[in-house]
């Protein structure tokens, strides 16, 4: 299964290309039975949809997007 971080590995970086992975990896977690309420992964997915969701599917990502997305989801998942 290609998660979010293996399309961005890959050099995808266009909104139609990684906004699905980035929507999974949130229901995933969603749906994670017990999670700490500590837990900040949903919060960081949560600004990835938003920022994500207003962008035409042609956008790409800036490098720095980029790199702060990996991070967030290194950090996330």
Not at 14 to 22: G, K, L, M, Q, T
Not at 34 to 61: R, V
Request: with cysteine; charged share 20%.
């Amino acid at each position: 299964m290609i998660t979010a971080n293996d399309v961005l590995e890959l050099g995808q970086t266009s909104v139609d290309e990684i906004a699905p992975h980035i929507r999974e990896a949130y229901q995933a977690l969603n749906n994670y039975p017990n999670l700490p309420s500590a837990y900040t992964g949903l919060t960081q997915m949560t600004k990835w949809i938003s920022f994500l969701a207003p962008k035409a599917a042609t956008y790409c990502l800036s490098a720095d997007e980029i790199r702060e997305l990996k991070y967030d989801l290194t950090h996330a998942l």
